[in-house]
């Protein structure tokens, strides 16, 4: 997925998809609207490492990012679908099959792996000991109900880089926010959980995330606003769907009168629980530095 990409990023995030091993792929790149888009680059990228299943789509207008997630979908031809963006690489030789592997087994449609968050600066790599979700005990458990509570009381999302999913749900969810939804493509996520779609946790590591850029990360307050509409938006389709999802996020109520001083107390508390996490230095599992090192050709410093 690229819009006004970093070209360099860009090629070294298809190197990492590339190099997968254990299983067969295609490599769909869906722009949207990106003025002077090198199409020619990137088909000379693939073409010299020798991949030929491949397919360009390049917007001739920039429709926001669930627009161009929905045009990705309609063109793939698997049965699984790996979102990824410049910036953002598959972590080893392995994991794409590795998880394909976890996902079939345990039968989920839906899934996620480890992040391993960085950060660029002074020609260096800079492994950051964050994760989303913040807490992992819900999905180390398999307790479904606690994961609910995670992701619809406190918004503790799984960051979108780290999905997998069966190509026909991730276009029927996608399909069901197009044109509500504009930026935030993994808001079908947290609707799935409302209506009770199981996400697996492959509790290994599958892929380095850029933690500095990307829209999510961006603090302008126009973008803040347009992440904020289509937040609110996302919890408009939930209720839609869900009209006693308030009453699990605030408590029981008459619809006018709910309690935020309760609720916030217990956010405070959940996100307290999750510092301590963050202060062990706890999301860092098996990070092998030299993993991204022969990606980017830099030192990584933990």
């Known amino acids: 997925m690229t819009y006004q990409p970093d070209y360099e990023k860009l090629f070294v995030t298809l190197t990492s998809i590339i190099q997968q091993q254990g299983c067969r792929y295609e490599i769909v790149v869906g722009d949207d609207g990106s003025s002077n888009f090198e199409e020619r680059e990137i088909e000379l990228c693939l073409l010299r490492h020798g991949f030929k299943d491949y397919t360009i789509l390049h917007s001739s207008e920039n429709k926001g990012t669930v627009h161009n997630v929905m045009n990705v979908l309609d063109a793939a031809q698997g049965r699984y679908v790996k979102l990824i963006s410049p910036g953002d690489y598959l972590y080893s030789e392995h994991v794409l099959a590795d998880m394909l592997r976890f996902m079939e087994e345990k039968s989920y449609k839906i899934a996620f792996g480890r992040a391993c968050y960085y950060t660029k600066g002074d020609d260096k790599y800079y492994l950051v000991n964050r994760m989303n979700p913040f807490q992992l005990a819900p999905y180390q458990s398999g307790d479904f109900a606690a994961v609910k509570e995670a992701y619809l009381v406190y918004q503790d999302y799984v960051v979108g880089a ?85 009453d699990l996020i605030f408590g029981p109520g008459d619809g006018m009168h709910r309690d935020d001083t309760a609720y916030m107390k217990r956010r405070a508390a959940y996100y307290a629980e999750a510092e301590k996490n963050l202060v062990a230095g706890a999301y860092l599992k098996n990070v092998d530095p030299l993993e991204l090192k022969k990606l980017v050709h830099a030192e990584v410093v933990v």
């Open 162 to 246: 780290a999905f997998m999913g069966e190509r026909h749900i991730l276009a029927a969810y996608t399909r069901d926010i197009l044109g509500r939804i504009i930026f935030t493509e993994d808001a079908i996520y947290p609707i799935m959980i409302a209506d009770d779609i199981r996400l697996g946790f492959w509790d290994q590591n599958f892929v380095w995330y850029e933690c500095s850029d990307g829209i999510s990360n961006d603090t302008t307050e126009e973008w803040r606003d347009r992440l904020l509409y289509d937040s609110n938006m996302t919890l408009t389709i939930i209720v839609e769907r869900h009209s006693d999802i308030l």
